[in-house]
């Protein structure tokens, strides 16, 4: 099985301008906590609800209000982990495991044709699979 067989295809995303108030806007219009980044249509980065609570709530500026932050600065732009949709869920978990990720941006050349979450992996693996395990357990249990 494929990861385009899975992933979530209507995905919300924000413009690289958008101010960390917009991204949590567009969380709570759209119940969900993975916002991938654009820039001139291209993936730049991928904010969650868990990096608005670390990177903003927990260390609010003082000089100026947290919630028109430029989501580029708290944003994961180095390091971002991506997947092709031709790829295998098996690839897709393992990959999870290993850079200890809850969902993978779906790209093609930089542009956004989904996500995949853990989720959608548990939910079409039916928990089955060494890899899947694999990746559920990375990602849920304490270092």
Known sequence: MHVSDVMTREVAVA???ATV???AG????EDC???PILSSGRLAGVIT????AIRC???????GLIEDMPVAEVMTADDLVTIDPDDTLETAAHLMALRRVRRLAVTTDGIVQGVLSLG????ATHGRGAAAREAVLAVTLPD
């Open 15 to 17: 413009d690289i301008q």
């Open 21 to 23: 108030r917009d991204v």
């Open 26 to 29: 567009i969380m709570r219009i």
């Open 33 to 35: 906590g993975f916002v």
């Open 49 to 52: 609800d868990r990096d608005l």
């Open 57 to 63: 709530l927990a260390q609010q500026d003082m000089d």
């Open 120 to 123: 959608d992996l548990e939910q």
